[in-house]
């Protein structure tokens, strides 16, 4: 088990994202962060990849032994949504790669079904029927592998994720409630997004933006204008290295987000752009995230969590040639390895969370 303490991870970690991003660190943020961790074992774990990267290997110590791909990382039941694609179609899948890098590939397998059985609450669904579902979902994606377009097939996830009416009112609200700053979005992140416009010499009204749980404390901003006869929106977030590469390859400077999202299983948003630490996405009331909190009792449908597992292997396969090496070794496992390494996951970070609880404010 790791020599540190959750809370002086905590610390060491805070301490070096402010190293990495100077002036622009929002330390205004923490405070959110540190009350998000304890409201729950799920935000707690969405909040602390950092810590899954140092610990895992120590719970599950027969995950080293799988083939590395290029990986989610911080993947767990939130870190799904739609966008739109260079065809204009509607797309389902994994929407955020900010802690891509190369790993074990079990390891994805292992974060979402822990995600799912810390966020399950009282909802009425077994490990083993989380991990089964995830499982099953994962060799399907192997055999078969290729992005969800929700044109055409896929019917049933445009009907519960495609935004109603009320919700594209509600999404231009949020984003007129956000915060102005007198000095303005400093011109990096200005020049970051002017390179993911429809063309050039649209004007932009930039906000500030606290969003998320385990990258709050990174500068966003986002950029509202009009163009051509309706808004259009883009946010800029700085990145930094990997959680997991900090933990295990510290001298590495490597932001893997833009060629994971670029896979060849995937249909990416063409406005999605990694530029120089910064990574810029469209926001659209159909490019967004879909959150337990709207959406808890569809997330953790079997059928969902198939999807969810069959998506990891698109993003798997769709980098670099470990596909002959992961089948094989997939193979010889099966649901109830899952359920077995998920489950201890799941208690290592419950017991973190409890640890981080009882510390209180005075962190």
């Given at each position: 088990?790791?020599?540190?303490?959750i809370t002086m991870s905590v610390g060491?970690?805070?301490?070096?994202?402010?190293?990495?991003?100077?002036?622009?660190?929002?330390?205004?943020?923490?405070?959110?962060?540190?009350?998000?961790?304890?409201?729950?074992?799920?935000?707690?774990?969405?909040?602390?990849?950092?810590?899954?990267?140092?610990?895992?290997?120590?719970?599950?110590?027969?995950?080293?032994?799988?083939?590395?791909?290029?990986?989610?990382?911080?993947?767990?039941?939130?870190?799904?949504?739609?966008?739109?694609?260079?065809?204009?179609?509607?797309?389902?899948?994994?929407?955020?790669?900010?802690?891509?890098?190369?790993?074990?590939?079990?390891?994805?397998?292992?974060?979402?079904?822990?995600?799912?059985?810390?966020?399950?609450?009282?909802?009425?669904?077994?490990?083993?029927?989380?991990?089964?579902?995830?499982?099953?979902?994962?060799?399907?994606?192997?055999?078969?592998?290729?992005?969800?377009?929700?044109?055409?097939?896929?019917?049933?996830?445009?009907?519960?994720?495609?935004?109603?009416?009320?919700?594209?009112?509600?999404?231009?609200?949020?984003?007129?409630?956000?915060?102005?700053?007198?000095?303005?979005?400093?011109?990096?992140?200005?020049?970051?997004?002017?390179?993911?416009?429809?063309?050039?010499?649209?004007?932009?009204?930039?906000?500030?933006?606290?969003?998320?749980?385990?990258?709050?404390?990174?500068?966003?901003?986002?950029?509202?204008?009009?163009?051509?006869?309706?808004?259009?929106?883009?946010?800029?977030?700085?990145?930094?290295?990997?959680?997991?590469?900090?933990?295990?390859?510290?001298?590495?400077?490597?932001?893997?987000?833009?060629?994971?999202?670029?896979?060849?299983?995937?249909?990416?948003?063409?406005?999605?752009?990694?530029?120089?630490?910064?990574?810029?996405?469209?926001?659209?009331?159909?490019?967004?995230?879909?959150?337990?909190?709207?959406?808890?009792?569809?997330?953790?449908?079997?059928?969902?969590?198939?999807?969810?597992?069959?998506?990891?292997?698109?993003?798997?396969?769709?980098?670099?040639?470990?596909?002959?090496?992961?089948?094989a070794h997939f193979s010889r496992l099966?649901?109830?390895?899952?359920?077995?390494?998920?489950?201890?996951?799941?208690?290592?970070?419950?017991?973190?969370?409890?640890?981080?609880?009882?510390?209180?404010?005075?962190?």
């Open positions: 088990m790791p020599g540190k303490t060491a970690y805070e301490r070096w994202l402010k190293a990495q991003l100077g002036a622009e660190f929002v330390a205004a943020d923490l405070e959110e962060k540190h009350e998000k961790m304890r409201a729950g074992p799920f935000p707690f774990l969405r909040a602390t990849y950092w810590r899954w990267a140092e610990t895992i290997l120590d719970v599950c110590p027969d995950a080293k032994d799988a083939p590395a791909v290029l990986a989610v990382g911080d993947i767990h039941l939130e870190n799904f949504g739609t966008w739109r694609d260079g065809e204009a179609r509607l797309v389902w899948g994994v929407n955020d790669f900010d802690e891509a890098a190369e790993m074990p590939y079990v390891l994805d397998l292992v974060r979402l079904a822990a995600s799912a059985i810390l966020g399950r609450g009282s909802h009425d669904i077994r490990r083993k029927d989380i991990c089964r579902a995830i499982w099953d979902g994962y060799g399907k994606g192997l055999a078969v592998p290729g992005p969800f377009i929700l044109d055409e097939d896929n019917a049933w996830l445009r009907g519960r994720f495609v935004a109603t009416d009320p919700d594209r009112a509600e999404f231009w609200e949020k984003l007129d409630r956000l915060e102005r700053s007198a000095r303005g979005a400093p011109s990096r992140y200005r020049k970051a997004v002017a390179s993911a416009l429809p063309e050039r010499g649209i004007e932009l009204d930039y906000r500030r933006r606290a969003a998320g749980t385990g990258s709050l404390g990174r500068p966003r901003w986002v950029g509202i204008g009009t163009w051509r006869g309706g808004r259009l929106a883009r946010e800029a977030k700085a990145l930094v290295i990997s959680g997991w590469t900090l933990a295990l390859d510290p001298g590495s400077k490597a932001i893997r987000a833009g060629t994971i999202s670029a896979g060849r299983y995937r249909a990416p948003d063409p406005w999605y752009r990694v530029n120089g630490g910064i990574v810029v996405r469209r926001l659209s009331p159909n490019s967004r995230k879909i959150e337990v909190e709207d959406d808890a009792a569809v997330l953790l449908e079997a059928r969902m969590l198939r999807r969810m597992g069959q998506e990891l292997a698109n993003v798997h396969l769709g980098t670099g040639d470990a596909g002959k090496r992961v089948r099966d649901a109830s390895w899952l359920r077995e390494a998920a489950t201890a996951a799941a208690k290592f970070v419950a017991g973190e969370y409890e640890e981080w609880k009882a510390a209180g404010k005075g962190f």
